[in-house]
């Protein structure tokens, strides 16, 4: 009996386009994102992600081979991936040749037999090329798929994994991942999750990592290099630090060591961390001029550290870490809703400095709220509804956490904790947009809050200060606080 299901289901996959079966078409070339219309795309949804690449430095080049395991939410012609830049060798979809043919950074794929709404498909994509970095001279900074002096780096936000893999580039398209990744013998490559097998033969070596549970695109990474590697277990997952062997102990090595400590007090606030391992990536590269939380191995670059044990340095890991349930678990509908990754993500930073004996929440909150309103601190305002504008703007940082702040100061401690907890507990593995955390906030607290988050999200004036500090009290880390900003 069993043969003839899995006859009938093959049959099922797929029906020719126009062959007595209706209602098919193409899936849309964006997932729909003011922001960024053509990021992502439509008509199905990507289970997994099976990736196979192997890369050289000494030419750059990369060679890979994706299967991607995904869903019709509908009777699909054609589809896009996101694709940037490298050479198509050959897609199959469900075994079959499918054709193919590039429309900007979109693969276009149409498949030998529409695809139905409900049932699984798997695409397979060969490919090669020397993968594109974006760089913008000017500051310099480099980021998405980075070419390092021994290897190379993925990292970018809002999008960095179509440089390496075709791919449902938007974080409503969540997926598990399989990353195998050969390289010459004395490389060491990372990705996300849990190491699995590693093997050797004829000068290169393939490393094997998996991440078992749901991730957003562009969390994903790719650290190939020589690496000063920390492995230990920690609550029952593994944690891997990986520091560039070039950099001194002396510089890093203090503050992502801290990385147990500091998620077991994420923990206590927020609840248990949402992934199967954890750790870091710390890479010296100058062009790498910001931190990125790729989930469970957040990426640092060297140069935000100082030399020695240094409270900047831990709030920087705490910051990255929040993420992990802040922007990773609990991912953004849309980009316009970063507030809710950064915003919150600083706020932890803030709980961990006072914690950690540094600089209080109180004290941060009034460094931000004493600066000009005109200071891009202030303006433009961390969210715009419409999401037309870009999302990725330097108050998110600042007015999103003294959003959170104030939201406590109103509601009382026990609301507010409560709404944080059931933040994470409801959107899990999933999305979520501003007004779902305004109606959780109204609905935990029983107060109406509209007008709270509309002048402290959107307002063009600053909202009376909440909790003011006595006057002259002391303000000397404001020199520091535009280094904070990632």
Do not use: C
Request: overall charge negative; proline content about 8%; cysteine-free.
């Amino acid at each position: 009996m069993k043969s003839v299901l899995v006859a009938v289901t093959v049959l099922a996959l797929a029906a020719p386009v126009g062959g007595g079966t209706d209602g098919f078409r193409p899936g849309a070339p964006g997932i729909g994102d003011p922001a960024y219309p053509l990021d992502g795309n439509g008509g199905y949804d990507v289970r997994h992600y099976d990736l196979d690449v192997r890369y050289e430095p000494a030419t750059d080049r990369l060679d890979g081979r994706a299967a991607i395991t995904a869903t019709a939410t509908q009777h699909l012609s054609r589809f896009n991936l996101d694709f940037i830049g490298l050479t198509v060798d050959e897609v199959t979809v469900n075994g079959r040749a499918a054709g193919v043919r590039r429309d900007g950074d979109e693969l276009v794929v149409t498949p030998a037999r529409g695809l139905l709404k409900g049932l699984p498909f798997v695409v397979a994509v060969r490919y090669h090329g020397i993968p594109e970095t974006f760089r913008v001279p000017e500051i310099p900074l480099e980021s998405r798929f980075i070419h390092t002096d021994d290897g190379a780096l993925v990292a970018g936000e809002p999008e960095s994994a179509a440089t390496w893999y075709p791919v449902n580039d938007h974080p409503q398209d969540k997926a598990t991942y399989t990353v195998s990744v050969t390289v010459p013998d004395g490389l060491t490559a990372i990705s996300n999750g849990v190491p699995l097998a590693t093997t050797a033969r004829d000068g290169w070596t393939t490393w094997r990592w998996a991440a078992t549970t749901p991730m957003a695109s562009y969390l994903s990474t790719l650290a190939i290099g020589r690496w000063r590697v920390d492995r230990h277990w920690h609550d029952g997952r593994q944690t891997i630090i990986a520091v560039d062997e070039t950099l001194p102990p002396t510089l890093a090595d203090d503050a992502v060591a801290r990385t147990d400590e500091i998620t077991d007090f994420l923990e206590g606030l927020f609840g248990p961390y949402p992934f199967e391992a954890n750790g870091a990536i710390v890479d010296r590269h100058d062009p790498l001029l910001f931190a990125l939380e790729t989930q469970t191995r957040p990426v640092y670059p060297a140069s935000f550290f100082g030399d020695g044990p240094n409270p900047f340095d831990d709030n920087l890991v705490a910051h990255e870490l929040a993420h992990q349930w802040f922007g990773d678990s609990v991912s953004v509908r849309y980009w316009r809703d970063l507030w809710l990754n950064e915003g919150f993500a600083a706020y932890a930073e803030w709980l961990w400095s006072e914690h950690n004996g540094f600089i209080t929440v109180r004290e941060w909150f009034n460094l931000m709220y004493d600066s000009p309103l005109d200071d891009a601190l202030w303006t433009p305002p961390p969210y715009d509804p419409t999401g037309a504008t870009e999302p990725f703007r330097i108050s998110v940082y600042s007015r999103g956490p003294m959003t959170l702040h104030a939201l406590r100061l109103t509601v009382g401690d026990d609301a507010f904790w409560r709404i944080m907890r059931r933040w994470v507990v409801e959107h899990r593995d999933g999305n979520a947009g501003t007004e779902d955390f305004v109606a959780l906030a109204e609905r935990v607290s029983g107060r109406q809050l509209d007008g709270f988050f509309t002048a402290w999200l959107t307002g063009s004036v600053k909202p009376p200060n909440p909790d003011p500090l006595p006057p002259g009290a002391a303000k000397a880390a404001v020199p520091t606080i535009r280094n904070l900003h990632r």
